[in-house]
């Protein structure tokens, strides 16, 4: 059993080349479709606290629920936006990985290096052709 969890979302392509760079170190994650199975409101704080960042932060601002409710008015307190993202997962911005390195917002998907317990395996390019790894498992970018 992995001891990494993903909140994925396969239709990002962010999501998708994170995914590949934890498999790439030879792990198999936990996956957590958080579109279907949204993270419960204690999960969701201790995320945002884990990663060590703000609540608007982890808010995603392309998506249309985001000019639907006027969340960008910034009239909203951390718990409003915290009830918002459980009532429409689609405003949790992802990639979240979480290892026993720590939690992170894979925004670019290779920040996910940063907290893999284990080194690349292969050379690994993004969905785009962007190469991430060379072929002796060293970080390019």
Do not use: W
């Not at 392309?62 to 009830?83: H, K, R, S, W």
């Amino acid at each position: 059993m992995s001891n990494i969890t993903i909140y994925h979302n396969p239709e990002c392509g962010t999501s998708r080349n994170t995914l590949e760079m934890i498999r790439n170190s030879g792990n198999e994650p936990t996956i957590i479709y958080y579109l279907d199975t949204p993270p419960s409101h204690d999960e969701l704080v201790k995320l945002i606290a884990d990663m060590g960042i703000t609540v608007q932060a982890l808010l995603r601002k392309n998506v249309e629920p985001y000019e639907q409710l006027g969340l960008a008015g910034g009239q909203f307190t951390d718990e409003q936006l915290i009830t918002f993202m459980l009532q429409y997962p689609i405003l949790i911005n992802r990639p979240i990985v979480v290892t026993p390195m720590g939690t992170r917002l894979c925004r670019p998907s290779e920040v996910v290096l940063d907290i893999l317990p284990e080194p690349q395996k292969r050379v690994f390019s993004k969905e785009d052709g962007e190469k991430v790894v060379d072929n002796e498992g060293k970080r390019l970018i």
